[in-house]
């Protein structure tokens, strides 16, 4: 033993929030977050996916910089930062920037104000990116709050008001405010717009707003013209202990915990000695790769060092060959100091610069880019690394040192990467050091990468070229062509470099470049990652973005060529870059004369906004821990479908802290129960067989969640393979696997008259995928027994507290009076948790009984995503009757789901899919037959839409193609079929009210629609690889449940002596504002001033058998029986209003207090009116419609198939709105997340039914950067509905279909391309449009190399459910 490691320190010492931590009980194995959520108990950080993908739970992190002398601030994922690594550094989590009990810090502030909080779960991560922001530059850019945002997802808000919101810090808004300030004192509004005519603030940065104007009005969603500037001198001070005192920079800190040894030496050779010591150490810096692996993996390291303070490892220099960046040095240092030299030194030597700072804006998020190393990824080796193809292609050098052998310099050639994450670098050998090398003159450098979301995404494809010409020729000297994505190591493509030396930049060249990189980079069918044809074509596509950028600089630089670009040609190298949104708002203003403390209709905030904005909103899992209280972790199936042979839980049992393992054997005797569901065929632990993976086996309950989740894995299954593994639609409609025998069926008219009557019958077929809710707080149940009478209460993330007492009860054998379920609030639900929180929340209550102990179990979000289903895909056929102008008067469809191996709610979910079939378009005769298909998938569910908006896409398919068909503009095909007053559905019911004309004609006019296109046409013949596309889009939504009795609601209102209000009704809130608007309701019904009334949480002991918060009918169901229980006390309270005119509020009630009135009382609502039967298509499902229409404009890139949303103009009737700001926020969320359903988002599984999409690493949904570059939002005005509360609507559901308008845009774009090949006519393109269905649907000369293999020849790596 070396006589330093003798003077280490074990005590782990940091600061969170201005306090000192010493710990010298540490474990080296517990990230930050764990350790400020369960030692600290500080809960306002979140987990949301432990994979750095999310950003719910980043935090600050200062440091000293004892060189620069400055104060550090880095925007981290606690997620992944080990605690070990905090030692000598200052935390600051969302509370220790300000709290709703003292000041706001603005940043909350404004972020609630903006409405940028719904459910509230992704807030702290928020607000956290911003401050770490304004820390380090009080007055950001637009393009800094970009990055900023990049590793931060919301499911919620859909961005723009956080945007917004945060917009008020930024410098360009203060020059808008100063313009616009400028303006007030100059120009004159006509009332007709703006006086400013192209000057408005709405056309220059986010003209908001309401009652059809722009922030001249009064009226906004929020205001923003009263915030005072951003003052950072109010921010609390560095702790002064660590400016003063080095000691902690220069400690070796030894941590030992039970597995693993955390070290983290200062110096190289203490370094070197430990890696000689322990040959398999890991060097952990920003442990994004590491983290990873430990947490998914189930990796055990036993060695970690940290060289985070070594010099050698840390420093940057430059030097004459290039720059020398220590492999210790992270992403964001490295990029920073690329750019300096950028800046320093003349254009042509910092090429291989440019393209990784490029390359870094797509690299993770700003949190990951803060902490993890160039040498972390080096030496990851990943495959689908970003900056080892551009190493590779610039030959950098490596220094490595060992204790044993000195120091030795390897080139990153083609001999460097060995195999699959191997490298020539041996075990005992430290990366001290890359350096990167200058170019020449003639020598260009272009890094291209495609990813399934532009921002914060790993790589499907990566290349970067190194191109060396003689000089001043076009003659290739050297070429050096690297690939990601295409095999298990980067690779370079050697055949090709030897193949174009000395040859031509010319069109010849470019023909043989394809021809051997083909060679080069071949790719089995079956390959892991699949899309294999598109990855091919990738290889080529990216080259001729470097050929044609290469070709472009020739041009510049006036290098004689034979070749030039043509001008069509322009465009295509570049990729997109985000421009600053624009957006705007616009809603109907409530009446001057209506009072103050009556909130119907004013944008008020989210009534736990602020709280949410500062973390001390509470989630499930946030509540304190219960004395006693015990931890489960599941046991899931790793087969579709297998007989269970053996259970064994003994290694598990055995485990120290393990306290029980339970399984189907649990619930045998009566009285408990193993099932429930429907037709209950969901069993609480699966028994005798598996019919799906993600199926719960078993739990395991232990004294915490570490150990309950390592003794899970120790629990042994023993498998028996059956057969059929049914995944796909087409699978089950092979083996007729079907839940009933026979297919539901509507049917409306005479389609056979009708058929022969047409003068056109097509046929078709459309395809839509599922969609993963992605709620960000994932499943989470606390049982709590109390002890007698077999009495348990249930805390959940659940929409339906009734349904898991109900089946609590059930299961346990007890009566529903013994279970109380509470529902505080959720990290959001989307119908995710409508019903599968059971497979959670059951297997949690009979743990808890059966130990007579609390029991708690948050579920990762992989497992979350492995258990809980995703949205329903779903496959139409379907045979339409036109007449010649296009007007459809037949339709025959058949509807078939993906339901999985369980019913769930597939029956109701197929039901509404067959409703919606015809979306805004009016089919005098339809048969609608629905299927629900049985598969091996976990049960898919209820999610946003119901079926609804798969429904409708098969409806807009069948316009598009009928438009194809006759060769007219979509537009106008949709325009003759759309529904008028009073005609009636293909389930006979009349449409009243129907405001879709005008929300269409509104849509057109808004979005300026015919002038547009004439700009995108004129787009499309002027440039060939890049498209634009545009389309319009309508909706219907019927609301009420299908199922009839679900459609009541009750509610509880208690008044106190006091005169304060409890409401307690059936709803649940999960973001989407419903308790405050029912707080608005309650404040007109009692004529009093919201600071009166709260509502605390849902619970199944003030209002009972609710019907689950679904069906967009919340507000509807729930607001009217609010409105029925504050009557009934207003009526008791009016005596002694009258008897005392001049009293308040505090004053009746007392004295109806004192009289001995009743000052509570219930309120009930049932939809009237309503009542479906389909087996007579008779009677009125709906009682009433939301009507809304889209229209959106996309931009394509025909080579890799990426795209961006150019502008986005809504028009929704949501009557009159309860709360513009939640509705409009409503409409967003709902559009984006539309938008991921039919763009981005893809469950990945393979044929044997595994589920590859686990967590945001791999499952996309939108982020910052997705959002339409201009959106546009109005509320249709004069249009009460007589049929809800206060003539509100339902919004919840209808504005998600409205983002197909995307989807079909983008097939526009697509048919324009096309088009340049001279193919014409209807093509298929299924949902979502992913960059890879669209580039491979813009068929070209690449594509055509690459021509699809027999399927019968191979097996693919995954297959679509
Ligand atoms: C959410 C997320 C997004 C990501 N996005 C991208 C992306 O877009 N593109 C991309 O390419 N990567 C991406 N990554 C991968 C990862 O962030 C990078 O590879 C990062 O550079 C790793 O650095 P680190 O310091 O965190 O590595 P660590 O996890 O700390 O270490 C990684 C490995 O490198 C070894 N190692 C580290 N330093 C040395 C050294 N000096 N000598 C010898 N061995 C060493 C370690 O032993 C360990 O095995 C992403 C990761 C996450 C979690
Ligand atoms: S929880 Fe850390 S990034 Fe998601
Ligand atoms: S408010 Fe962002 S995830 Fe819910």
Redo the contacts with the bound molecule.
Sequence with gaps: MREYILKTESTLTFYVNGRKVVDNNVDPEWTLLYYLRNKLRLCGTKLGCS???CGACTVMVSRYDRVKGKVIHLAINAC?APVASMHGLAVTTVEGIGSTKTHLHPVQKRIAEAHGSQCGFCTPGIVMSMYTLLRNLPKPKMKDMEIAFQGNLCRCTGYRPIIEGFRSFTEDWEQSQAMYNNHLNNGISNGNGCAKGDQCCKNKFNGVTANGGCTEDQAVLFSKTEYTPYDPSQEPIFPPELRMNSSFDSQFLVIKGKRATWYRPTKLEDLLYLKSEYPHA???????????EMKFKNMIYPVLIQ?NQILE?TSVATCSSGLRIG??VT?NDMQQALRNDIESQPEHKTRIFVAIVNMLH????KQ?RN???????I??S?P????NPIFNAAGCQLELHSKENGIRYVTMDHTFFTGYRRTV?KPD????SITIPYTKEDQYFYAYKQAKRRD????IVNMASNVEFNPGTNTIKDISLAFGGMAPTTVLAMKTKNKLIGKQWDEKTLEEAYSSLIEDLPLNPSAPGGMIRYRRSLTLSLFFKAYLAILNQFEQRKVPVVQKLPQQYQSASSGFHSKIPKSSQYFQVVPADQKDTDLVGRPIVHKSAFKQATGEAVYCDDMPHFENELYLALVLSTRAHAEILSIDASQALAMEGVHAFFSAKDLQEPPFRNCHGIIHDDEVFAEGKVTSQGQVIGAVVAVDQITAQRASKLVKVEYKDLEPVIITIEDAIKKKSFFFNSPKEIYQGDIEAAFRSANHVLDGEARMSGQEHFYLETHCTIAVPKGEDDEMELFCSTQNPSETQRVTAEILGIKSNRVVCRVKRMGGGFGGKESRMLVLSVPVAVAAYKLNRPVRCMLDRDEDMMVSGTRHPFLGKYKVGITKEGKIIACDIEIYCNAGHTLDLSGAVTERAMFHFENAYYIPNARVRGYICKTNLPSNTAFRGFGGPQGMFFGENMIREIASYLNKDPLEISSINLYKEGDKTHYNQPLEYCTLQRCWDKCLKTADYFNRKKQVEEFNRQNRWKKRGMSVVPTKFGISYTLLMLNQAGALVLIYDDGSVLISHGGTEMGQGLHTKMIQVASRALDISADFIHIAETSTDKVPNTSATAASCGSDLNGMAVLDACETLRKRLEPFKAANPKGKWADWVKTAYCERVSLSATGFYKTPGIGYDISKNEGKPFKYFTYGAACSEVEIDCLTGDHQVLRTDIVMDLGDSLNPAIDVGQIEGGFMQGYGLFTLEEMVYSPTGTIYARGP?VYKIPGFADIPTEFNVSLLKGAPNKHAVYSSKAVGEPPLFLASSVFFAIKEAITDARAERGLKGTFKLDAPATAARIRMACEDEITDKFPEPDPSTFTPWNVVP
Excluded at 282 to 292: A, K
Excluded at 362 to 365: I, L, V, Y
């Design positions: 994979e750095g993908g992944l890991r060097i952990i810096v920003g442990n994004t790769e590491v983290g990873v060289p490892l492999a210790a992403l797509w690299f993770a998020g990951i902490v993890g190393a160039v040498g972390g990824n030496m990851t990943s689908i690394s970003d900056l670098v050998e430290v990366l001290v914060d995404d790993i790589a690493g």
